[in-house]
T-cell receptor
Framework: NAGVTQTPKFQVLKTGQSMTLQCAQD?????MYWYRQDPGMGLRLIYY???????DKGEVPNGYNVSRLNKREFSLRLESAAPSQTSVYFC???????????FGDGTRLSIL | GENVEQHPSTLSVQEGDSAVIKCTYS??????FPWYKQELGKGPQLIID?????GEKKDQRIAVTLNKTAKHFSLHITETQPEDSAVYFC?????????????FGQGTILTVHP
């Protein structure tokens, strides 16, 4: 039972580089989310997708884009990475909108 | 928007003791209150949640209580075990936003000593 799978687990980027974080869930959930977790700031919602074909901004969307490729997959893209985007990124999914149930194990991203 | 305060930030107990973590929220319209457990190097895991139409919910050794008048809710863990050691987060939705996003507390580091 894989649940929510995120790739890569670790990544180091230089300022200005781009990359895409991948997320896939195998629970047939409609809703998917991207959060970032920073020390002392808890989890903050970047973007979410209520269902296949729809995406919406969360609390901290600037500098990010997302794609809901199909029901299983939801990717997060950094077009031009900045040091302020150094964080741990979590993807999550749920049956009910905005009640995230299952989280992946995170992508630890460092931007130099 | 919602303001969620979580206390204490750290909690240390002996195995077998009970642990209580409390969160307060500001939006009286909030109606869904989940608790998450995060182990080192892992993502958060939903362990229990409560909706505003009930005052208490139990699941084996864990329980959550809700006081809507005082706008606080608490996580209770009884007969703690070393494997309960983790960071625990509460959350509450902000009904004032267009999408009712969850606002998370700052987390409580629980350590259970054998």
């Amino acid at each position: 039972n894989a649940g929510v799978t995120q790739t890569p687990k670790f990544q180091v980027l230089k300022t200005g580089q781009s990359m895409t974080l991948q997320c896939a869930q195998d629970m047939n959930h409609n809703s998917m989310y991207w959060y970032r977790q920073d020390p002392g700031m808890g989890l903050r919602l970047i973007y979410y997708s209520a269902s296949e074909g729809t995406t919406d901004k969360g609390e901290v969307p600037n500098g990010y884009n997302v794609s809901r490729l199909n029901k299983r997959e939801f990717s997060l893209r950094l077009e031009s990475a900045a040091p302020s985007q150094t964080s741990v990124y979590f993807c999550a999914s749920s049956e009910w909108l905005l009640q995230p149930q299952h989280f992946g194990d995170g992508t630890r991203l460092s931007i130099l | 928007g919602e303001n969620v305060e979580q206390h204490p930030s750290t909690l240390s107990v002996q195995e077998g003791d009970s642990a209580v973590i409390k969160c307060t929220y500001s939006d009286s319209a909030s109606n869904y209150f989940p608790w998450y457990k995060q182990e080192l190097g892992k993502g958060p895991q939903l362990i229990i949640d409560i909706r505003s139409n009930v005052g208490e919910k139990k699941d084996q050794r864990i329980a959550v209580t809700l006081n809507k008048t005082a706008k606080h809710f608490s996580l209770h863990i009884t007969e703690t075990q070393p494997e309960d050691s983790a960071v625990y987060f509460c959350a509450a939705p902000s009904a004032g936003t267009s999408y009712g996003k969850l606002t998370f507390g700052q987390g409580t580091i629980l350590t259970v000593h054998p």
